[in-house]
């Protein structure tokens, strides 16, 4: 029972580096999103999907870029990584209707 | 005003205390209500719903008030292992918005 798996769990970044946050989920949910949660502080809604080939801004979209191809997959793009994108980043999923969302491990990142 | 905003804490108390806190949201369309646990360092779970009629698992008290626009959570005989922090959440259609959450210790 995978439920949502992140990879990877750690990653140090250079500045104007770019990288792929991954995500999986194995439940079939509709919904699946992406936070920022930085030290001290709550969530932050990255991007959003509400099904395979959508998806939408939240909160705090600039840098970032998804895609949603899969039902499963929605992987989170970040370019020109800069140090205002230290962070942990989780990804969730929920079911249409759903009440509780399920969690990934996280991805700690850190730009230098 | 940020969509739902919570008492940070810390609420540092002894094993058996009641500890109780609130949160209030902005979007009086909000739709449901839920409390998530985080401990350090790791994701989010969720602790509860919380219902219009209020609701208990154990000992755990959920309230909620739409007239005022907010929710709280209390707990009972509280033991060590309670000691995290705790996320309001409010579901306003396909997302999820998070409190900053309320740390609480529970000392021996």
């Known amino acids: 029972n995978a439920g949502v798996t992140q990879t990877p769990k750690f990653r140090i970044l250079k500045i104007g580096q770019s990288m792929t946050l991954q995500c999986t989920q194995d439940m079939n949910h509709n919904y699946m999103y992406w936070y920022r949660q930085d030290p001290g502080m709550g969530l932050k809604l990255i991007y959003y999907?509400?099904?395979?080939?959508?998806?939408d801004k939240g909160e705090v979209p600039n840098g970032y870029n998804v895609s949603r191809s899969t039902t499963e997959d929605f992987p989170l793009r970040l370019e020109l990584a800069a140090p205002s994108q230290t962070s942990v980043y989780f990804c969730?999923?929920?079911?249409?209707?759903?009440?509780?969302?399920?969690f990934g491990q996280g991805t700690r990142l850190t730009v230098v | 005003r940020k969509e739902v905003e919570q008492d940070p804490g810390p609420f540092n108390v002894p094993e058996g205390a009641t500890v109780a806190f609130n949160c209030t949201y902005s979007?009086?369309?909000?739709?449901?209500f839920f409390w998530y646990r985080q401990d350090c360092r790791k994701e989010p779970k969720l602790l509860m719903s919380v219902y219009s009629s209020g609701n208990e698992d154990g000992r755990f008290t959920a309230q909620l008030n739409r007239a005022s626009q907010y929710i709280s959570l209390l707990i009972r005989d509280s033991k060590l292992s309670d000691s995290a922090t705790y996320l309001c959440?409010?579901?306003?259609?396909?997302?999820?918005?998070f409190g900053a959450g309320t740390t609480v210790t529970v000392r021996a």
């Open positions: 979007n009086s369309a909000s739709q449901s």
């Open positions: 999907s509400v099904g395979a080939g959508i998806t």
């Open positions: 959440v409010v579901n306003e259609g396909y997302k999820l918005s």
């Open positions: 969730a999923s929920r079911s249409l209707g759903g009440t509780e969302a399920f």
